[in-house]
């Protein structure tokens, strides 16, 4: 998959372009439905499949207080999108002059740089300065343009359309089971292991330590049984969200001791993938109480996973 950063004329370096549009924060099933529509009509007319997103999060340009955090880091989007076998994916910076380019400015944009033959676009699909556009000014805008439109209807999960907003809900509930059948993958962080305080190795519980970023959403503290990808080898794992109360408290980070591992992870880079929580982090008393618990979370982790073998099945997506 290429990716560009810029707005260059594709219609004459890619043929037959088929457009996904949308800002696809998490990449969810309802997402990957749009995206997928696109791959399989761009192999129907030999075509290229092509996603046209945005950098940053256009909300976090018009309305900066409310704006939400990513679901999901850059590199699983990545992973995922040329999984799903996206030819392209532009993301250009969403900036506040671009905010300005009307509806129908757009539809002229996509037609100038892109000439495409469909476009494909979730049914609550907007755009435009003020979200003016939706999928009806692309059907009447259609036939001048000389693109086909397909409308994908929502997916919906238990009767209720899938979303982003609710997703993000659900995550600040520790729910990883349903943020995962919504995501249609398991929720994973990526990152660089870095240094801690040497401690996780003198309670017997080495932890490979990654920063949490503010800018994206994650679990809320807690203890999490998740699967850690390294090298392209893959290990079960128990992780631990949160500030070390019982050792006075330190930056809140994400860290990970992997089940069956010994090695120097410092300085390289892991994926956690989350599948459920175990408990809430405490504070203990003595570091002896700790260990008694991580030795259980341990247990809980090993059992959990192996019986919810299912639950990981997509894990291929971000890896
Ligand atoms: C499974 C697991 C559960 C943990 N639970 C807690 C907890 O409830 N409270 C706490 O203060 N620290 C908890 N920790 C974090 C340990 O305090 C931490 O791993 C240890 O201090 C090592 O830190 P270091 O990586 O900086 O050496 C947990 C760690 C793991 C691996
Ligand atoms: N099973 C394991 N799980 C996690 N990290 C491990 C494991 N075995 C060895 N390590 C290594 O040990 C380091 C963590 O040890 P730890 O004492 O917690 O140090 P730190 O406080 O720097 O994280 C990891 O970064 C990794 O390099």
Redesign the pocket.
């Known amino acids: 998959m290429e990716k560009y950063t810029q707005l260059t004329y594709f219609s004459s370096k890619y043929e037959n372009i088929v457009i996904a549009l949308g800002m696809f924060d998490g990449l969810h099933i309802g997402h990957q439905e749009v995206i997928r529509t696109a791959v399989k009509k761009a192999q129907e007319i030999k075509g290229t499949a092509l996603v046209f997103s945005f950098a940053n999060h256009p909300r976090a340009v018009i309305v900066p207080e409310g704006a939400p955090h990513r679901i999901g880091c850059q590199s699983v989007r990545l992973r995922i999108l040329k999984n799903l076998g996206v030819d392209a994916l532009v993301e250009i910076a969403f900036t506040s002059s671009f905010a300005e380019t009307t509806a129908n400015g757009f539809i002229h944009l996509l037609q100038q740089y892109f000439a495409p033959k469909y476009i494909v676009v979730g049914e609550n699909y907007t755009f435009g300065r003020g979200g003016r556009g939706n999928p009806n000014l692309l059907k009447e805008q259609s036939g001048r343009y000389g693109f086909h439109l397909i409308v994908c209807p929502p997916v919906l999960y238990g009767g209720v359309p899938v979303s982003s907003t609710r997703i993000r809900a659900l995550l600040a509930q520790g729910d990883l089971s349903h943020v995962n059948a919504y995501l249609g993958y398991p929720f994973t962080v990526t990152g660089t292991?870095i240094?801690?305080?040497?401690?996780?190795?003198t309670l017997g519980f080495?932890?490979?330590?990654v920063s949490l970023h503010e800018s994206y959403e994650s679990p809320p503290n807690g203890v999490y049984a998740v699967m850690v990808v390294h090298k392209k080898h893959s290990y079960h794992g128990v992780a631990n969200i949160g500030n070390n109360p019982t050792f006075g408290g330190y930056d809140r980070r994400l860290e990970?001791?992997?089940i069956d591992?010994?090695?120097?992870?410092?300085d390289s880079e892991i994926t956690v993938s989350f599948f459920f929580k175990i408990r809430d982090e405490q504070r203990f008393s003595t570091a002896d109480e700790l260990i008694i618990q991580i030795k259980k979370d341990k247990e809980a982790a090993i059992k959990g996973l192996k019986e919810s073998f299912r639950l990981q099945e997509n894990i291929s997506m971000v890896i």
């Open positions: 292991v240094h801690g305080q040497e401690r996780g190795r080495p932890t490979a330590n990970v001791h992997i591992f010994s090695g120097d992870l410092y």
